[in-house]
């Protein structure tokens, strides 16, 4: 795709922080763009910005469908849900059969299937695509997930790759698969950082409440951590906050804002989907709920008066203690990525996306929130097994998890005893000892569903199903 001095390449509707971000990382790699919002303010802003560059902001949405190259290629970052139907809604009449339009927001992945449908229909190429990094990684170079029409994804490929991140020259976007992959894949990263979000939250709990360190001290925790295996933006950006007093405060605005935590619901889209697809990720549900919890301050402020008892503190070597909670928070870390990629491969075979994971955790490694150093560990699994079916199997993974483990233990029965929450770290250690057992209790389950309703079960070493009578039948 190439600019004309008078027509632009490359169209998007929402000029927010993110639609902004993108039109001028684009144009600073070469490419005329135009951009569309209803906000004038908006509009403006981007004039602004881009005025030393190939770029241009419309409030008017039939000049802005004018001002672009055929076929035209359309982004679309607007919220998810019926606000991305009327945009579509409003676009099509304007549109020739044959034009691109993509869908760059957090859109359920259902509602992209049903999109692809209702767009192929009118001769429209349409293709949703997750974008993760926030405004820097939009601006500086994002991971982008696009999945469905290959072939409209080969069009926007040159721009795709020239504005993405780059580790090892690398671009970090690929394409993911068909039908609505690309915002299945985005969905599920939002899980995983839910999960490791909450992780990190727990482990200032540990240190604040359990061990009573000063924010200095939390802080110059998180920084080292930083420095080593750990390293990560969800770490990088917490030693930040741990550093930061507002204008005219000498202390950090931290303490300020409300343990009251909000979520824009992809989260509990991944946990949802998981139950259907019956695929196990207790840290991500755990993660979900905790921020449900939070927002019942005034319950928990009256559960606090009545549960109260004498102040948490945790009988324990500082010192040593630390060097076991770094253990410990890797370990929870890799299961919360663990259970991620599982859900991706059993979504995959149900959704038949032929998810190459290997590719995904290759460009999750710059640009998205969720990059860290431990991808290159999840990539260099997957280069060795393409077909691996859990991380956890991977025999580097195994060293890795059998290393740091007794850190989670020693972690947890601390916090358990003392009365720290720390539900994440216990979600994710319960979860690894259950999937480590060549034998679960479950047989007791199905016996019990067989008692009561006649469910059923199955026998070691016997084919069929089976049911009892468990007690003698009652005579008239």
């Not at 994804?153 to 991140?165: G, L, T």
């Not at 000063?214 to 390293?231: M, P, Q, S, T, Y």
Request: charge should be negative.
């Amino acid at each position: 795709m190439s600019a004309t001095t008078d027509k632009y390449a490359f169209g998007m509707i929402g000029l927010g922080t993110m639609g902004r971000s993108l039109l001028l990382n684009m144009a600073d790699h070469g490419f005329a763009v135009a951009g569309h919002d209803k906000d004038a303010a908006k509009v403006a802003s981007l004039n602004d910005e881009g005025k030393e560059k190939n770029v241009k902001g419309f409030g008017d949405v039939k000049e802005f469908i004018q001002s672009l190259t055929t076929p035209r290629a359309i982004m679309m970052l607007v919220p998810a849900g019926k606000i991305v139907d009327s945009v579509i809604e409003e676009l099509t009449p304007l549109l020739d059969k044959g034009d691109i339009l993509i869908d760059g927001g957090n859109s359920h992945f259902t509602d992209t299937n049903r999109r692809v449908e209702e767009l192929e229909a009118k001769g429209l190429h349409f293709f949703g695509m997750g974008v993760s990094g926030g405004e820097e990684g939009a601006r500086r170079g994002p991971s982008m997930m696009p999945g469905g029409d290959k072939d409209a994804y080969a069009v926007m490929k040159p721009i795709f790759e020239a504005i993405a991140a780059k580790v090892d020259g690398a671009p970090c976007v690929t394409y993911i698969g068909p039908g609505a992959s690309g915002h299945f894949v985005k969905m599920v990263h939002n899980g995983i950082e839910y999960g490791i979000m909450q992780l990190i939250a727990e482990t200032y709990e540990i240190m604040k409440t359990g061990l009573k360190l000063d924010n200095a001290a939390i802080g110059e925790v998180f920084a080292k951590w930083n420095e080593g295996r750990l390293k990560s933006f969800l770490l990088d950006i917490t030693k930040d906050i741990f550093k930061y007093k507002a204008p005219g405060t000498d202390h950090l605005l931290l303490d300020d804002i409300k343990d009251e935590a909000k979520a824009k619901g992809t989260g509990k889209w991944t946990s949802q989907v998981a139950m259907d697809l019956q695929a196990p990720i207790p840290t991500v549900d755990t993660a979900v709920a905790m921020r449900d919890l939070s927002k019942y301050k005034a319950l928990r402020v009256q559960a606090g008066d009545i549960y109260s008892k004498d102040e948490i503190k945790l009988d324990v070597n500082t010192d040593e203690f630390l060097i076991a909670l770094e253990q410990a928070f890797y370990f929870n870390m890799i299961i919360s990525y663990a259970q991620g990629m599982h859900l991706l491969s059993l979504a995959s075979a149900e959704y038949k996306y032929e998810l190459d994971l290997g590719d995904i955790a290759k460009i999750w490694r710059g640009g998205c929130i969720i990059r860290s150093e431990f991808l290159n560990d999840i990539f260099n699994a997957y280069q060795k097994d393409a077909k691996l079916v859990h991380l956890l199997l991977d025999s580097s993974v195994a060293e890795l998890i059998k290393a740091a483990v007794p850190g989670a233990r020693t972690v947890l029965s601390a916090t358990v005893a003392a009365g720290v929450a720390t539900p994440a770290y216990a979600s994710s250690l319960s979860y690894f000892d259950a999937f480590r057992s060549k034998r679960m209790p479950s047989n007791l389950t199905q016996a019990q569903r067989d008692y009561f309703g006649a469910h059923t079960y199955e026998l070691i070493g016997k084919e069929g199903v089976f049911h009892t009578q468990w007690t003698p039948k009652s005579e008239d």
